[in-house]
């Protein structure tokens, strides 16, 4: 059975792992549950990673997270390619399993409504590690530019970007699906989230590409996409932002354009879909509602 050849192989690899105490041994190795509600890291905030206790890969994110009142620690997603799912020896749930070592670390769980991502690994505490980010530094900014997968096309590739998600922000509907949207009524707009690291690059930077990647002249949404969640918008975290973002819209009024980019403050983040996340990474192609083209000559 799958299961066990996995075990297996983990065992007779255990020397280059991690040695495990009893306890441990109970949980990764023979697939135990540790109580709920006993796990240190259960209501770990940190920011930092988390990874394998036995092989010490990278294996969830500290903004994965979320607290799910279950009694472990939850997370709606996993570091890509890191965990395994088997199906559990009950014949009902699904085991997850770490990729690399095989290591027991909970179960996965669908369709509860804890996040967007309608998604939770329950992880036992004990089969996890946390590292700390020393100092986190990353930051996030939010744009909505029409079709989300067109503007998240141009930001992951964009120097010093980390990650990038898209969603929905802005709205009155809480955790609104796609066809929500879609019906115009929610008052979202398809977002994308942008994480950069300052020391790479800068706000002004991706205020830049934003302009340069869409038509924010438009004001009845982008290209063929027309609707209010595909208005040009620029969701400012401070203070700070939103008067770097009205100089590069005065200087783009002062080159004679039509701005027709709006500020609103950040709200909730409401991660779409998955089939939405990285669209044309994994479907391939180009955006057909966005081009770059420069206008900043710095
Ligand atoms: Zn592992």
Request: proline share 6%; hydrophobic share 25%.
């Given at each position: 059975m799958n299961i066990n050849e996995n075990t297996k192989n983990q065992f007779s690899e255990t020397m280059k792992y991690n040695e495990l105490t009893n306890a441990e041994k109970r949980v990764i190795l023979f697939k135990e549950t540790e109580r709920p509600f006993s796990g240190e890291l259960l209501n770990n905030k940190k920011d930092g990673t988390y990874v394998c206790k036995q092989c010490d890969a990278p294996l969830f994110r500290s903004s994965d997270k979320f607290d799910s009142q279950c009694g472990w620690p939850s997370f709606d997603d996993e570091i890509d390619g890191a965990i395994k799912r088997v199906n559990d020896a009950d014949g009902i749930r699904t085991e997850i399993i770490?990729?690399?070592?095989?290591a027991h670390l909970g179960h996965l769980f669908l369709n509860e409504g804890f996040t967007s991502k309608q998604i939770r690994y329950c992880v036992n505490s004990i089969s996890l590690k946390f590292i700390p980010n020393i100092k986190n530094t990353l930051k996030k900014a939010y744009f909505a530019s029409g079709c989300f997968w067109g503007t998240e096309y141009f930001f992951m590739k964009?120097?010093?970007?980390t990650r990038t998600q898209v969603g929905f922000m802005g709205g009155n509907v809480e955790n609104p699906t796609y066809e929500q949207v879609c019906q115009k009524n929610t008052g979202h707009f398809e977002c994308t989230e942008v994480e950069y690291d300052p020391k790479i690059t800068s706000y002004e930077e991706m205020l830049k590409l934003f302009f340069e990647t869409?038509?924010?002249?438009?004001?009845?949404?982008q290209g063929p996409d027309i609707g209010p969640q595909y208005q040009s918008c620029i969701f400012y975290s401070s203070q700070e932002e939103k008067q770097v973002a009205e100089k590069y819209i005065n200087i783009l009024i002062k080159m004679g354009y039509d701005v027709a980019t709006i500020l609103k403050p950040t709200s909730v983040f409401w991660e779409a879909e998955d089939y939405h996340q990285e669209y044309y990474k994994h479907k391939g192609g180009r955006p057909y509602c966005h081009n770059y083209k420069k206008i900043f000559i710095m």
């Open positions: 770490c990729l690399n070592c095989g964009a120097p010093g970007v869409h038509d924010f002249t438009q004001t009845d949404g």
